[in-house]
């Protein structure tokens, strides 16, 4: 390690040697060292050695920036650090570490988790940091990590059921085991105290799906909107019109039976529309069980689809963009509220997009089609289909997904033409 005199001009004159990150011994001053980076910032550290010389391990112990704290003031706080350790055994760097573990709180934890784990990890890190800003911070997130009991996140947790409900208490306490098995595993924390804590709310299986007569009339409001001119959409109620592209995505909903997020973030790149069996094929980075799913697409899907990419800007490489911004998807929210607005105004029992997943997959079965092809269509976990499968098949079964895909949009034909003859002969 290179020396400097206990000089003010040498220790403002000190580079990076070569260019890189040098460190430099101040003569006379005894565990004190200047940290020069390459880009010029000067820090003081001491360099010390807990245990003794026989342990053969240093640390470094930041007193702070060299240009706000003079040597003199330095090279007393590293006399006093260098005398604590050699004298009374003291360890200054994990002394300040537990510290500063002390006063962290459980809000600082969650911003660490969520900057460092969840952003660059978790498709669900913006729904996360909403729960936490609604339902956790406001009287949780002050709560120091040292202070944090089982029974005061118990408490929690039945105060979050009692003003909001018993299911968002169940996310809350899912979101702080996440934060805390994460803190374990980084080793902030030794155990996580919500482990294995009861959620007191019961989720129940959703069974919302849309009626024949249901699906008729939501295809055909989609329809009627289509056909709509410009003065008769400025006689609609305002907020009532869904524009073109969320038409296309609620019919491909519809159509293919994926999921909001899978049709929304649709890129151009992943569609084959030009040969006689057009097929879509989703990455694993954008599916739920993270594999990569081939969806073949029969006619309906197809126009569809070959509608949008052509009302989609060149510049874009998304089938839906957002309005404000070709460059991102449309907001998967905005397409949920959108259809809650249409549902309502038609006078149909209240569903959602993934409600039209669900009906898909019910209608395919209601056509005879074998549990594992309509597994297959809706892309579940392979587990779900037995370990063979899921290991070792690789087969993609197109052929089988495009018959199913087939059948229910025959079907889906049959019963928007009946519709249609129906209301023809009533009129005559």
Known sequence: ?????????????????????????????????????????????VRYQPGGRGKRKFRWFKIGDASAISLSDASEKAEAIVRAVQKDDRDPQAERKKNRQEAKTFGDLFEDWHERYAVPTL???????????????????????????????????????????????NSVLVLINRVLNWAVDEGLIEVNPAARLRKVGERRPRERVLSHAGIVIFWQALDAMDTMTGEHMARAEKGRMLSP??????????????????????????????GKEPVWTIPGVRTKNGLLHRLPLCPLAADEFRR?????????????????DSMSPISAAAVTRAMARMIAEIK?????????????????ARLGLPVHVRSLVLNHSPMSRGITDAVYNRYAYDKEKREALGAWEKELTRLLTRSFETVREAAE
């Open 1 to 45: 390690m290179p020396s400097l005199k206990p000089n003010h001009r040498q220790i403002l004159a000190a580079k990076a040697i070569g260019g890189r990150r040098t460190q430099y011994r101040i003569n006379g001053c005894k565990g004190l060292v200047l940290d020069v980076r390459e880009s010029g910032q000067r820090t003081w550290f």
């Open 123 to 169: 498709k669900r890190s913006d729904i996360d940091r909403m729960l936490y800003r609604r339902h956790i911070e406001p009287g949780f997130a002050k709560t120091r990590v040292a202070d944090l009991k089982r029974i005061e996140i118990g408490r929690f947790r039945d105060k979050v059921a009692k003003v909001a409900t018993p299911l968002t208490s």
């Open 245 to 274: 592209a969320t038409r296309s995505i609620l019919r491909l909903l519809l159509l293919t039976g994926q999921r909001r997020s899978e049709v929304v973030e649709a890129q151009k790149s992943e569609l084959e529309l030009d």
């Open 308 to 324: 949008a990419v052509k009302a989609s800007p060149k510049e874009s490489s998304l089938v839906f963009p957002s309005p404000e």
């Open 348 to 364: 149909l029992p209240r569903v959602s997009p993934h409600d039209l997943r669900r009906t898909v997959g019910t209608e395919l």
